[in-house]
């Protein structure tokens, strides 16, 4: 029998069904989610942009009127505040328009610098407050803001390719933050409101800082306005010491042995700024600056001493005292080899100081001999001061008209005493001898033109 074979039917598969697990419908509504949420996104980013136009607009314009004016402070608050407080990052476009923004409230025309901001009296340095700064003050934090957060190729419009191919041989001038912007920012030294001039020195600082291809430009252009007040100008330029106050950062900064270049700075730029009668303004800043030359290469103390003395003044007694104190601080730090070539000179001045007729002045001079560092220089040499400081002493006690300062040249005398009792002596001696002389030779004199005087009365009569 033949096996009875069984008719396999072919069995057919279910069509796939969809899957309806939690972890499908999840994921289908995450999609659908986050496919929404880019919409929103986007349509925020799109208001927020818009927004941000519409007020950078309105404050790009000037406003004359009171209430406009407080409105435009009121959007740039609101423009800050946007900036502080957005987590994306502001774009090209944006940041293109922001800048015109500030530039257009920033870079205007000056008034001629208020004279009493270079009088060099602390009271006189505060001018009449700024009605424009209760605007310009927030544009400035908007412009440090913008500097912090982007980085450089955005701050210069580099940064996306469009602008690349658009723009393809942009000049450092045309950049968003240019050497022209620069240029530009450096002329608001010249500003009589010290909050704006501060305000520039941080930014300025803040950008020679982050720009380091603009450094070399920079400084030749600080240096352009410094050379303009000292030669060119009536010495009423403000924003001098805040220049200077940069130039203490970069000069710390300088590689020790100082390059050629610096040295010329520092004897044609920062010496003859001790010149001017405004010197009183930015004294602290440029004896900082200096001091700091002294301390990297100890030899340039003698040469800067050499040239503070040449300029020193007549009539200014306020300067007077401040180039002492400049001095003592030179002398703590400068090459003993220096020092010998300007010991005579420096300690002649300081002797003239001390017999001054005006207090401050004598009393500034006396006080140099409580500097236990300058001492110590000093007592190596002691025989080269001695002739000069003993007489300057010895005057003041018996000419001198202030109590005050015959009490401190009583103790400044005890002090040298005892450091070297002999040499005192000597010197007093000396001084005993030297007016003995001085009197014979007079009476001397005296009594050769009374025998001319009696011989030509007699050939008159005959």
Known sequence: MGAQRKNLKPT??????QSTTLQ????LDSKCCTSQNDDKIIQSLDSRNDELSTIIIYCTRSRLDAQELALKRLKLTQLLSIIKTSVTPVSDETLEILLKMVASNLFRPLPPPYVGTCSGEEDDVIAAPSAAWAHLQIVYDILLRL??????????GEHSDESRILNPGLSPEEHFIGRNFVLNLLALFNSDEPRERDAVKNIVHRIYSKFTFYRSFMRQAMIDI??????ESDHRQSGIGEILEIWGSIINGFMVPLKDEHKVFLSRVLIPLHKPKSMTGYHRQLAYCVSQFVQKEAELGGVVIGKILRYWPVTNCQKEVLLIGEIEEIVENMDRRQYLKVALPLWSQIAKCINSDNSQVAERGLYVWNNEQL??????DIEMVFPYIVEALEKNLTCHWSKNVQELTENVKILLQELDPILYKTCVEMIKIRELTARLEENTRRRKWERIEMATLATTKN
Do not use: W
């Open 12 to 17: 057919l598969m279910p069509p796939p069904k």
């Open 24 to 27: 499908f419908l999840f994921d």
């Open 147 to 156: 500097i912090n957060k982007k980085d450089v190729k955005a701050l210069r």
């Open 226 to 231: 410094l050379l303009q007040f000292i030669y």
């Open 375 to 380: 001492m110590k220089v000093v007592s190596e």
